[in-house]
């Protein structure tokens, strides 16, 4: 089953107990957010017993479960509040640990022989701890990446203070069991763990003089780039185009005819075919003009 985040509401909670012609008979009505931790364990062994015994989709299935999650906010309360201060809205820590808590209450067994709340804490402060590592990085890079850099560190501590000195990429990798090659695309990904703005102000001066920016030393000036708008205001006006004009069009400029062959192919002198180009060409530069006047 899916796992999907129940938020308490103010309804109350069935609390199934006893065996009965229908499998279970309400012993009594008990609300799950108001069972104190204490007590929770115990009402927690018995709403896992008797989850066991009930149809996976059904109401009363749906009821007890619920129940239990419900019951064991408080392991999820609990295991936010050590991550307190990281920066993160507390919320968004409770509702990621609350994840783990389904996913903990969906997979225990009372076969186990082991307490709920020591089985499912893991799956809590595992889940809140992933939430962190997906969304701490400045850049985002494949988990495997992230994982790798953060065996790259281990590894990198540990020879240096083997070392007394910057390992290699090549005695990362061997300590490693990985390839060099993976070691450099570790530390290249490490690099998207931070980022800085565009605007960032560097030491130095300027290009004019001023305060330099981190965006005055990247980057190159691409005129291709220029040509994108020219692209596509121009389109809709070749659309407009005749297809003898397109056709002379084509021929001109793209198999690099000359005047002299387009008007053997048309049938026409070459200065009638040197008239056709310029006015063709005029209309095409009016029609972009007047669009960049419109803007």
């Known amino acids: 089953m899916k796992p999907a985040v129940t938020r308490p509401g103010t309804r109350r909670v069935e609390y199934f107990t006893g065996t009965g012609a229908d499998g279970g008979s309400l012993a009594q009505a008990v609300d799950g957010r108001s069972v104190a931790p204490r007590d929770a364990r115990e009402l927690s062994r018995q709403f896992f017993q008797r989850l066991a015994g009930l149809e996976e989709g059904t109401h009363e299935y749906q009821y007890a479960r619920n129940t239990l999650i419900e019951m064991n906010m408080s392991l999820v309360r609990f295991a936010a509040g050590r991550f307190r201060g990281r920066g993160n809205d507390m919320e968004d820590i409770v509702q990621t640990g609350m994840i783990g808590l389904i996913k903990a209450i969906d997979r225990f067994e ?17 889940e809140i701890k992933r939430f962190f590592r997906d969304t701490t990085w400045a850049v985002h890079v494949p988990r495997r990446l992230q994982e790798l850099r953060v065996e790259l560190a281990k590894a990198r501590e540990e020879l ?11 005695e990362l990798a061997t300590l490693m069991n990985i390839s060099e090659s993976e070691v450099v695309e570790g530390q290249i990904a490490a690099n998207g763990y931070h ?21 005055d030393f990247i980057g190159v000036e691409e005129n291709g780039l220029r040509l994108v708008e020219d692209f596509h205001t121009l389109a809709p006006l070749m659309a407009e185009l005749s297809d003898r004009d397109r056709q002379i069009i084509h021929m001109r400029f793209v198999e690099e005819a000359t005047q002299a062959e387009i008007g053997e192919r048309l049938g026409c002198s070459q200065m009638h075919v040197s008239r056709l180009i310029k006015r063709i060409l005029s209309k095409l530069r009016e029609g972009m003009l007047g669009d960049l006047d419109r803007v």
């Open 110 to 126: 009372l076969s186990r022989e082991v307490e709920f709340t020591s089985f499912a804490l893991p799956y809590i402060v595992g």
């Open 160 to 170: 240096s203070s083997r070392l007394d000195r910057e390992p290699t990429a090549a």
């Open 195 to 215: 980022s800085s703005s565009l605007d960032a102000a560097l030491t130095g001066d300027g290009p004019e003089g001023g305060e330099a920016v981190l965006a």
